[in-house]
């Protein structure tokens, strides 16, 4: 499951990420792979900024943690609304200082889609669940999308739709139970009864949506929808 992480570092100009091309999980063990990589911008207006850090310890390039976000270990690590960032386990270090830094910003994306024609083109990034759910059309193309394995993103092309179109034709609050049921669905030793949940068992259903949960545009819910 490729994805991209982006942080966006508050009160600064330094953007910071990593790539991940496997799934993310909350089993609170490292994952090794030779392809994963991070990397930051000291100036977020230049591009010639930046550092790219590849992993140097392939049997320590993932940790998954249920307490963490994203932790490409001691490299890149999110916790909360907060990060920090060291060497270990990969060849350089991405920031100038090891301090800890408050995320502004964070996103996390394994689509890419490309809509229009030249000279009229924009790319969106999304979460592939959230696709799945939020259109019918845009189902069908990615059930013919399937993930690649040769580490790259699933990559979609709309040449004949206007970047000024609306093709997310879901009312949000189906997509935000479509979203619900898909995170039951991860955890079926979940209680059927939500209101057997334990806090146990509402921190795993966190867990497994953190990633949609930005996605979600629930300025969009009516006051009755949101309760």
Request: charged content about 25%; glycine content about 4%; overall charge negative.
């Amino acid at each position: 499951s490729n994805t991209i992480t982006i942080v966006k570092v508050k009160d600064s100009t330094e953007i910071l990420g990593g790539y991940n091309p496997i799934e993310w999980n909350s089993d609170c063990c490292y994952r090794a792979t030779k392809d994963s990589f991070i990397f930051s911008f000291r100036n977020s207006d230049d591009i010639e900024s930046y550092i790219l850090s590849r992993v140097k310890d392939e049997q320590r390039a993932i940790f998954n943690s249920s307490g963490f976000g994203p932790s490409f270990d001691y490299g890149l690590i999110l916790i909360n609304d907060s990060g920090l960032c060291g060497k270990n386990y990969y060849e350089n270090q991405i920031r100038e200082t090891e301090d800890g830094f408050y995320v502004e910003e964070y996103e996390y994306y394994d689509v890419t889609i490309e809509v229009g024609n030249d000279p009229y083109v924009k790319f969106f990034r999304a979460h592939m669940v959230i696709l799945h759910y939020r259109s019918t059309y845009l189902q069908k193309i990615l059930t013919t999308n399937k993930r690649k394995s040769d580490g790259t993103l699933v990559h979609i092309k709309l040449p004949n739709i206007s970047p000024e179109s609306d093709i997310l034709q879901m009312d949000e609050i189906q997509v935000w139970n479509h979203v619900l049921k898909w995170g039951l669905a991860q955890n079926p030793e979940l209680p059927s009864d939500p209101a057997n949940f334990s806090k146990e068992d509402f921190d795993n259903l966190r867990n497994n949506l953190q990633n949609c949960i930005p996605h979600i545009r629930f300025y969009n819910l009516s006051s009755n929808e949101f309760l």
